[in-house]
C-alpha cells in the first residue's frame, strides 16, 4: 500500500509525454475548439515546442481508477492523450495509448496484448522508455500511436467498450495482465471523440503518422 501511494502521487505530480518526428506535414489543420469549455479535459500549451497536450481530467485529478496495482511488483497506469504538433505549414496530430510501469525493478516492457469480444491485438516495437525516479525507481513506457493499421483495434474497442477488455503488458524480467476499467475505457473513448471531432482521423494525417510510426500490429496473429 506505501508503494502504491508513492507511485500514484509522483506520476500524479509529473506526467511524461514523448512525441515522434516525422518529415511530411498534414494538409488540414486540426480544429482545436473542440477542446473549449471542457471540464473533462485537461489542456497544456508549450510556446517553445508548439505543443498542445490533452488529457482526460480523470487520469490527473486521481479520482478515477486509471492505475492498477500489482502490490509489491510495482504499478501500471493507462494514459491516453492527444497531442497537436504545430509545424511551419500545418500540424500534425497524434492519439496515443501510454502504458506506464513503475516499480523498484525493471521489467524492460516490450509487447502490449489486449483482447477485445473474439479478437486479439499484439502491439510490437512500440516506443519505449526508461528512466531512473526518486528513491532509484524505475520507470518505464510503452505505448502505441494511432494510425492506419491501428484503425480495426480503435473500432472494436468502441464496439466491445460495455464488455471486459484485457490487457497484457509484456516484459523480459516480467508481464502484466488486467482488465481495463471502466474509468480508463472512458478517458481512451472521450479523447478519441475528441481526437476525431477535430479532424485527427483525416486520412491526410493518419498517411502521415503511419509513415512515421514503426510499431508492429497484429491482429489474431495475422499483421495489420
Known amino acids: 500500500m506505501q508503494l502504491k501511494k508513492k507511485l500514484v502521487a509522483f506520476v500524479l505530480a509529473a506526467t511524461m509525454i514523448v512525441f515522434f518526428c516525422v518529415s511530411v506535414f498534414a494538409t488540414t489543420k486540426f480544429d482545436t475548439s473542440v477542446f473549449t469549455g471542457r471540464d473533462d479535459i485537461s489542456i497544456t500549451y508549450d510556446d517553445m ?87 532509484g525507481l524505475a520507470h518505464e513506457i510503452i505505448s502505441f500511436n494511432l494510425k492506419n493499421e491501428a484503425m480495426p483495434f480503435i473500432q472494436d474497442f468502441i464496439k466491445h467498450s460495455d464488455e471486459e477488455i484485457k490487457v497484457r503488458i509484456n516484459g523480459d524480467g516480467d508481464s502484466f495482465d488486467f482488465v481495463l476499467t471502466e474509468d480508463m475505457k472512458n478517458s481512451i473513448i472521450l479523447l478519441y471523440n475528441l481526437f476525431v471531432k477535430g479532424g485527427g482521423t483525416r486520412k491526410s494525417n493518419l498517411d502521415n503518422v503511419s509513415q512515421g510510426d514503426q510499431a508492429i500490429i497484429m491482429k489474431n496473429n495475422m499483421q495489420l
Open 49 to 135: 515546442t508548439a505543443i498542445t497536450k490533452v488529457y482526460s481530467q480523470v487520469q490527473l485529478s486521481g479520482s478515477g481508477q486509471t492505475n492498477i496495482s500489482f502490490g509489491n511488483r510495482g504499478i501500471i497506469m493507462v494514459i491516453p492523450y492527444i497531442g497537436v504538433i504545430d509545424t511551419s505549414y500545418d500540424s500534425l496530430d497524434v492519439f496515443t495509448l501510454q502504458f506506464d510501469y513503475f516499480g523498484y525493478d525493471w521489467v524492460d516492457l516490450d509487447e502490449i496484448y489486449i483482447k477485445i469480444g473474439n479478437n486479439r491485438y499484439c502491439f510490437s516495437n512500440c516506443y519505449t522508455s526508461h528512466s531512473t525516479e526518486f528513491e
